[in-house]
């Protein structure tokens, strides 16, 4: 077909479908070194985080999630964002940043009893070994000597610095 110009006219172009969950996992230190983690129903550990909304950077999305999770709050200019970390895990892709602070400010308490039982400190060298995968790889990517007690979890990390 063509166009009035005699120009071929151009086919719709296929727009991609959306294939991965973009998220962001936090690393919430306390003056003492320690790390805030929260107990899923399944027993599992897990860090502060979860999907990155439509417009929003790493560093808003984590210090919203605090907010919601948590109660604590960090201003986004207080996160630094680690790594992003691809998971090479067949199915969806997870593509996953790794966020630091200790910056936060609050108590920690449990602001949806659906997902967490409670909020824990735990010294690096404590951290349970019953971790959500996704925060054990940003866990290494944080203190990459800590793999030696953390579940094996493969991912693909690119560091941002």
Request: glycine share 10%.
């Amino acid at each position: 077909m063509t166009t009035p110009d005699d120009r071929p006219e151009r086919p719709a172009r296929a727009v991609p479908r959306p294939n991965a969950v973009v998220g962001v996992g936090l690393i919430v230190t306390g003056a003492d070194g320690r790390v805030l983690l929260g107990q899923a129903h399944d027993g599992r550990w897990e860090l502060p985080g979860g999907k990155v909304d439509p417009g929003e950077s790493f560093e808003q999305a984590a210090a919203r999630e605090l907010a919601e999770e948590t109660d604590l709050r960090v201003a986004p200019g207080e996160v630094r964002i680690l790594t992003v970390q691809l998971s090479p895990e067949a199915g969806t892709t997870r593509l996953t940043a790794a966020a630091v602070t200790g910056s936060a400010e609050g108590t920690a308490k449990v602001t949806e009893p659906h997902k967490i039982l409670r909020w824990q400190w735990f010294a690096p060298e404590g951290i349970p070994e019953a971790l959500y995968a996704p925060s054990a790889a940003v866990l290494r990517a944080w203190r990459p000597e800590l793999g030696r007690t953390l579940p094996p979890v493969p991912s693909y990390d690119y560091p941002t610095r």
